[in-house]
């Protein structure tokens, strides 16, 4: 069986391997880090999944407040943790 | 239980205050709230700090009122979000540039620091600002606060005091040293103050406006903006009387998001948001800042300012000599709120006054309706 395509997004600085046609906070969770942090400092992740409950939120290429449960991975795309 | 020394009818910040004041000088004070303490124009509004030039009268009082804010700045707790922010007066060409000046010397008079930017200082001071401005008036004294806690606070430290908060009713009537709420029962108390902001419901012929705003808050955005911004054509606008209007009025908040303001609609009394203005006055906003067209809103929300034909609140006594009022602080209710406290509890305690305070006594409305003719 012939692997499937993968490609680079940096994640917090570290490039990381996923495959194409992932959405980008499966691999923000992939790569054990949180798509953004709460007033508090507490950690958050996807939640809903479907874009409706703003938890996955991330900075993408440089744009803060990505739905990232909404997004597909680009080569050599950027992602932050949204602080 | 009945009985009170000062019964408040209205749990606003400013009858939080008043509260606060009244218990903390030793009387027995109650209070009446029909809904949620802080929960009225208290919560709508944008807690900004600011001492106002509009009139004498009213830079005595937001002068007055913000030296209070400072006293307690150490001893509120952090949920009232107290930042010692600044204003900065935007001026957009040379003839606000005019105005930056004047406006210093007023100031000046009153003993209110302010500093004069020039084109590149306000640059530097704000770099999310559009390029060109003329310049601006830094008044680094002003602060931000976020009013529904700071009221939540005065009452806390009412009640520590003593004080007696009787929620769920409306007060619906007052005779002399008589309170009548909804379910027909009454309290009696030896003085009486009136701090039910929009309700007219005690004194329905009282002079007072509904003034519409809106406002709208963003995502968190950090260090976008480090003070807080207002359009020196503000002044312009916020004093047409008849027309609707919106101004350049921007807020930084603990959190990163950012308070947008600001409209003014007259004869509006609908608490939905008004598409047509709110686009006027994001646009507006984004004609300073054009940033923020990239910026996500996650909020809009309406509130009402209560304004006086001459845009005085009403502090003190009324014709009726157990019944006081404190009302009518259109934009200004959140600065002025302890400045209003302590000059009630100066006259129920016989205490001079640090400020005069004839420009704000109720008295004065028979007379504007003899003007008025
Ligand atoms: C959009 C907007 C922006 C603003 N920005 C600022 C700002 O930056 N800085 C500033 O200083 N001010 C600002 N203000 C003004 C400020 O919010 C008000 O002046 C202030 O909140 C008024 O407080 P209050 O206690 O008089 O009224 P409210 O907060 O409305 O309180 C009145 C209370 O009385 C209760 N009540 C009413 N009727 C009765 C009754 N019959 N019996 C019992 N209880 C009753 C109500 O439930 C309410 O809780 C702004 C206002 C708006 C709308
Ligand atoms: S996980 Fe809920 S909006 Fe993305």
Redesign the pocket.
């Known amino acids: 069986m012939a692997k499937p395509p993968t490609l680079i997004v940096h994640i917090n600085g570290r490039a990381t391997t996923v495959d194409a046609g992932s959405v980008v906070s499966a691999a923000i969770l992939a790569a054990g880090v949180p798509c953004r942090l709460s007033i508090s400092g507490a950690p958050r992740s996807a939640l809903c999944g479907m874009g409706i409950c703003f938890e996955c939120r991330a900075v993408v290429d440089g744009i803060p407040h990505c739905r990232t449960c909404q997004l597909v991975c680009r080569d050599g795309m950027t992602v932050g943790t949204q602080r | 239980m009945n009985s009170f020394d000062v019964l408040i009818?209205?749990?606003?910040?400013?009858?939080?205050a008043c509260a606060r004041e009244c218990a903390q000088a030793g009387l027995k004070v109650g209070i009446?709230?029909?809904?949620?303490?802080?929960?009225?124009?208290?919560?709508?509004?944008?807690?900004?700090?600011?001492v106002m030039d509009d009139s004498p009268a009213q830079l005595a009082l937001t002068r007055y009122s913000r030296s209070l804010w400072q006293e307690l700045m150490t001893q509120l707790p952090p949920t009232v979000e107290y930042e010692n922010r600044g204003t900065i007066w935007v001026a957009a060409d040379e003839e606000e540039m005019a105005e930056v000046h004047a406006k210093q010397n007023i100031y000046a008079s009153a003993g209110v620091d302010s500093i004069v930017l020039d084109s590149a200082a306000i640059a530097s001071e704000e770099p999310e600002l559009r390029a060109g401005l003329a310049g601006g008036l830094l008044v680094p004294d002003d602060a931000v606060i976020y009013?529904p806690t700071a009221?939540a606070y005065f009452l806390a430290e009412a009640m520590q005091h003593g004080a007696l908060l009787l929620r769920g009713?409306?007060?619906?009537k007052t005779g002399t040293g008589v309170v009548t709420l909804d379910d027909g029962s009454t309290l009696t108390s030896g003085r009486i103050i009136l701090?039910?902001?929009?309700?007219k419901?005690?004194l329905p012929w009282l002079p007072l406006q509904k003034?519409?705003?809106?406002?709208a808050i963003t995502d968190r955005y950090p260090n976008f903006l480090r003070h807080q911004l207002v359009e020196l054509g503000y002044l312009k606008s916020a004093h047409k009387i008849t027309e609707d209007s919106v101004a350049f009025n921007i807020?930084p908040r603990t959190t990163g998001q950012l308070l947008i303001?600001?409209s003014r609609q007259y004869g509006n009394e609908y608490a939905a948001a008004d598409n047509a203005i709110l686009r006027e006055m994001l646009n507006r906003a984004c004609n300073y800042m054009p940033a923020l067209a990239h910026l996500s809103a996650i909020r809009v929300w309406?509130?009402?300012?209560?304004a006086t034909p001459d845009k005085l609140p009403y502090i003190g006594p009324t014709e009726d000599p157990t019944l006081f009022l404190?009302?009518g602080?259109?934009?200004?209710?959140?600065?002025?709120?302890p400045g209003a406290a302590r000059l009630l509890a100066d006259e129920f305690l016989n205490r001079q006054s640090e400020i005069d305070p004839t420009p704000y006594l109720p008295s004065r409305v028979a007379r504007m309706e003899v003007a008025h003719g």
């Not at chain 2, 309406?302 to 209560?306: A, E, N, P």
């Open positions: 009818l209205g749990a606003g910040i400013i009858g939080c009446v709230e029909v809904n949620i303490p802080g929960g009225g124009a208290t919560a709508a509004g944008m807690g900004h700090l600011v009013p009221a009713h409306a007060a619906v701090a039910t902001g929009a309700d419901t005690i003034r519409k705003g809106h406002l807020q303001g600001s309406t509130g009402f300012r209560v404190a009302m602080f259109e934009g200004l209710g959140i600065t002025n709120a």
